[in-house]
DNA sequence: GTCTATACTGAGATAGAC
DNA sequence: GTCTATCTCAGTATAGAC
């Protein structure tokens, strides 16, 4: 690996965790890793796009154990997977992460709280979204698809909100009392049309 | 009124509205309202204070309408308001003021996306708060304190990302279909402790 | 291909004259 | 209260050394 970029990624991740993409300036950023200013434009090309492959570097083995998780559960209960096991598919590996990095959860949450989210998730996450949107319609036949696709606004701003945009350790119990409460919300009987 | 003052206030609403807080420079702003820069410094402080001079102009009416909403609901039922007309009461007011003036609801979705909650809505938004808080604890005694606490959040994240954060106007539509997902979440029995 | 030095543009903030 | 001029700092772009 290039060690100017390497260098790069973990002053990045770090400054941001700790202080917020906005706040965190690329003069600073290049000061911690010891390298010239130019260098974050030749090789990620703008602060945009060095965040971003701060973000790609640790999401990839997060969303291949989500998509393993999800694929197991498939298996397992072939047809429809209970809200609750897909919910805790999607979160898990991300509790997992925060335990191993607690920096890269920090910076998730940074992303989401200063609404970056769209631009870099979608990018990042696209796959990984499609499919557990799909087992999701899958276990709820009874919703309408337009009120199925409320709840997946729903449950996206819970999540983004409480998986990144609240400090503390503890992902798994967190996760749990999400699991419930999404699980609340997704299998509520349909609002009534007025 | 100060002529000045409305004028910075108007067209930063506006402006933000349509392009986001940090895309909108001071210079646009005072360009529109045809007043000089250091008239913002003058009148409100910085630029993130003029933010919150926009909201608060618009948010009083809302949350007054709320806390009257609540009332009668608290009235009606002495005792514990059901969840959904709890819900209700903090929703539809905001649902309101989006047909009144969809500038203010704009700009309160740019707030969430931008990632300028807290520093903006608590300080604007506390009693309200306080008391629809206090108005469903007492409606669900059955939670602990802990999972009380982090459901609000869950709803919290739900609500911001729905109301503020995506485009559509059909918010009496939203809110009847946000109040049923965030019923069932916060009626959804406790998650078990592992 | 990689890194350094430096310049450019636009932002928010401020001091001081009127 | 208002305006001009200026300051500092940001992200970005480029020319050129190795």
Redesign the pocket.
Known sequence: M????TKLLDAAERLIGEQGF?A??????ISEAG?????????F??????LEAVVMRRAAPVNDRRLALLDRYEAENDGAVPVDRILEAFLFPMAQAAASNPQFVRVMGRIVSEGMIQSVLEKNFHTVLLRFTAALRKSLPALSDEEFRWRMLFMQGAMAHTMCGTPGNDFEHRIALLVRFLSGGFEASPAEVK
Chains 1, 2 share one sequence.
């Open positions: 290039n060690d100017t970029k906005a965190t300036s690329l003069r600073h950023i390298v010239n200013l130019a260098s974050v434009h030749y090789h090309g703008s602060k945009d796009e060095l």
